[in-house]
């Protein structure tokens, strides 16, 4: 079995601070882990993904997370927020083998001028 | 510039209809997969498909029906069986593996809307 928890389900922060969006994961066995980006009516794009290999992983526009066995979490995390990171971000899991992946609820980031 | 081209972007049904969404790829991946997505509900799982002619159901899929006639094409209807269709719905697919290495590749939806 698996399932993923999006700690929060809005995030505002100020331009050039940092963000984190917080996710964490439940799984049987060794997870595979994605982290995706929604704009408004659009669909998704895959930030970056964790399939156990190093456990910090970087992606797109500046992101990255760190995969955390003993605390079941993959943060994402970004240093200096912009204002094109306003958007809805997906944390999501599946296992090997598995064709289903499974969704968190999403985290809404509010970027203040 | 290959991708999922999803057609229409908007649609309208009225009570009693069916309607069928369109999911067309060129990356010559073999899965397809269609979602729908609810405010604060994340993404559920209607159908997937592995291989032409041939197809799962998902989580949801009561009150829908799909067919894979061709690996580029996996288009959704949405029956009158449906009761509350009104949703964004996503088509994807992944290339060749498995998708916990690959990800998958999304379409940019289509919102369909009953009234």
């Known amino acids: 079995a698996q399932s993923v928890t999006q700690l929060d389900s809005h995030v505002s922060v100020s331009e050039g601070t940092p963000v984190l969006l917080r996710c964490n994961y439940s799984?049987?066995?060794?997870?595979?882990l994605f982290w995706y980006v929604q704009h408004p009516n659009k669909g998704l794009q895959l930030l970056l993904k964790?399939?156990?290999?190093?456990?910090l992983v970087k992606g797109i526009n500046g992101f990255e997370a760190e995969f955390k066995k003993s605390e079941t979490s993959f943060h994402l995390t970004k240093p200096s927020a912009h204002m094109s990171d306003a958007a809805e971000y997906f944390c999501?899991?599946?296992?090997?083998?598995?064709?289903?992946?499974?969704f968190g609820t999403g985290t809404r980031l509010t970027i203040i001028p | 510039d290959g991708g999922i081209t999803q057609s229409p972007k908007y649609l309208f049904r009225k009570e009693g209809q069916n309607v069928t969404l369109s999911c067309e790829q060129n990356?010559?991946?073999?899965?397809m997969y269609w979602y729908r997505q609810d405010p604060g509900q994340g993404l559920r799982l209607i159908y997937y498909?592995?291989?032409?002619?041939?197809?799962q159901k998902g989580d949801i899929a009561e009150g829908y029906s799909v067919s894979r006639e061709k690996k580029e094409s996996f288009p959704l209807t949405v029956t009158s069986a449906q009761k509350n269709p009104t949703a964004f719905y996503l088509c994807?697919?992944?290339?060749?593996?498995?998708?916990?290495?690959?990800?998958?590749?999304f379409g940019s939806g289509t919102r369909l809307t009953v009234v």
């Open positions: 994807a697919s992944r290339p060749p593996g498995q998708g916990n290495i690959h990800g998958y590749t």
């Open positions: 799984s049987s066995y060794s997870p595979s």
């Open positions: 964790y399939t156990s290999a190093a456990t």
């Open positions: 999501v899991v599946t296992l090997f083998g598995n064709e289903k992946l499974t």
């Open positions: 990356l010559n991946h073999d899965a």
């Open positions: 498909s592995q291989i032409v002619n041939d197809f």
